[in-house]
């Protein structure tokens, strides 16, 4: 199989950065990016820029007839997710490849269910340090798609597809044969990194050095690590020294998604972090205190929006 057509929902961060990427690759036409008319006036009117670049991208309707796309894309926030499973339904043929960007360790299983967990590939995007304010994308590192089977150990005819398209793309990318624990760790990553610059408002940079914040993080990270064992990913301190080395290189004054969500009064996936750690911790009786903490100190800031 070749891919050829390319399907993207989701304007946010990562949609924008491997949107942009890909418009400069392919014919515009094969590129189609899904939204609403509403948002698709919107991103014509007020336009998208990446590191202060026009994006020049082909929208559609959900209600646009139109092929199934080869490989379909989400590039939503957890929220959102069951829309976008919604607004996709045409881009979805029997040969579709499906990748999601998604934070946490359910997407896939959640977009399988829908449309069969034989068309999705495990992924995990990382390594960028995006931000994302209005209408303006901008970033340092470009990061990389790190995706792979269900099953570990194997490397099906959909993985080679999208591995060879990446590489004609010539976009960043590493094909993992344990994508299941590659998930777990980047979930220990943005539980620790993402919850913690929230909290104290901060930034990479505040927890790329030695003192209260890092610790905080390392904490959280290492309550995924006990929960890991329990699941079957089996992380180590080994794998929490691989995250930490993958933190180091991101900007220092860039911030993660849930920092940019609390610095602009938008509700978090808190629920999918803390909120996925407690309730897991109580399904292993694992003790997970400092994500409760980490969560209702979130909750309690949420509680003060206007």
């Not at 995990?124 to 994302?132: E, R, T």
């Not at 992380?235 to 602009?264: I, N, R």
Request: hydrophobic fraction near 40%; charged fraction near 25%; charge should be negative.
């Amino acid at each position: 199989m070749t891919i050829q057509k390319v399907s993207i929902i989701g304007m946010g961060a990562l949609g924008i950065l491997f949107g942009n990427h890909l418009s400069k690759k392919m014919p515009k036409e094969n590129l189609r990016i899904i939204a609403d008319s509403e948002r698709i006036s919107r991103y014509k009117t007020d336009k998208l820029y990446c590191n202060g670049e026009q994006c020049e991208f082909h929208y559609v309707s959900p209600e646009e007839d139109c092929m199934a796309a080869d490989l379909l894309i989400f590039a939503v926030k957890f929220n959102g997710l069951e829309d976008a499973i919604k607004a996709a339904q045409k881009h979805v043929g029997e040969q579709t490849i499906i990748l999601s960007l998604l934070n946490g360790i359910t997407s896939e299983q959640i977009i399988g269910e829908r449309f069969g967990i034989e068309k999705v590939l495990y992924c995990v995007a990382q390594g960028m340090d995006a931000v994302k304010t209005g209408n303006q994308l901008t970033y340092d590192n470009m990061g990389m798609i790190c995706f792979g089977d269900r099953l570990p150990g194997t490397i099906s005819p959909k993985a080679e597809a999208v591995s060879q398209f990446f590489d004609r793309m010539e976009l960043p990318y590493e094909l993992d044969i344990n994508m299941e624990k590659r998930q777990w760790g980047k979930f220990m990553l943005n539980v620790g990194v993402n919850q913690t610059v929230a909290v104290y408002k901060s930034n990479y940079g505040g927890v790329q050095k030695a003192g209260e914040m890092r610790e905080k993080m390392i904490a959280a990270m290492r309550e995924v690590i006990a929960l890991s064992k329990k699941a079957g990913a089996d992380l180590s301190e080994e794998d929490l020294q691989y995250w930490l080395k993958v933190l180091g290189t991101l900007g220092p004054d860039k911030k993660p998604s849930m920092a940019q969500d609390v610095e602009a009064h938008r509700y978090s996936e808190v629920e999918l972090f803390a909120g996925t750690v407690t309730s897991l911790g109580k399904r292993y009786e694992v003790p997970t205190p400092v994500n409760q903490e980490l969560y209702e100190w979130i909750k309690e800031i949420e509680s003060k929006y206007e």
